[in-house]
Structures are given as C-alpha cells and as structure tokens.
C-alpha cells in the first residue's frame, strides 16, 4: 500500500486527493465510488480496522506521524477534509 506521486510537504493539496480517493476506492469501495467529498464512516465504509489503514497510508503519504490528539472523527471525515487537515504540513489537533 504505497501513495505514489504523493511525498510530504511538496503534495499539493489537490494531488493528496487525488491520490487518497484512488487509493480509497481500490481498497475500500469497489463497488460504490468514492469521491472527494464523500463521508467516510457513513454506512459503514471504514470502520475501527480500516481507519487503521487509512491512519497508515495518510502517515505515509504527508511523511509524519499522526499525533494522537489529531486521531478523531471529524479529521478523517472525507478526503478532502483529510487533506484539509494533513497535507497541508500542519497537523491540528482541534478544528
């Protein structure tokens, strides 16, 4: 599970979407499309499991760790607020 063409702080943050969606929809959703705005945790798409992963690959993608604080619903609410939050080089704990 690799995020190709996505490497930290030079992701813009269109790419990092880009990226997580496609990344997303191998994983996860082959059977529903997933876009940027798509909820995540609606319906069960990701759970306790694969919000590990997801936690792992957005690690992977932005090149640092996610601090704890910073693990919570709202922050892996979409792609797009993934990016808003990650790929940005400023990881916040609190909206």
Do not use: K, Y
């Not at 959703?29 to 694969?50: D, H, K, Q, W, Y």
């Not at 604080?69 to 080089?89: K, L, Q, T, Y």
């Amino acid at each position: 599970m690799s995020a190709p063409g996505v490497c930290g702080r030079e992701a813009s943050r269109a790419g990092f979407v880009a990226e997580l969606v496609a990344w997303l929809n191998r994983r996860f959703a082959p059977a529903v499309e997933i876009t940027a705005t798509t909820p995540l945790f609606a319906g069960g798409m990701i759970n306790s499991i694969r919000v590990l992963e997801l936690i792992a690959w957005t690690e992977r993608a932005t090149g640092r760790q996610i601090p704890d604080a910073a693990i919570r619903m709202d922050n892996f609410h979409s792609p797009e607020r993934i990016a808003e939050v990650f790929a940005a080089g400023e990881t916040r704990a609190e909206p």
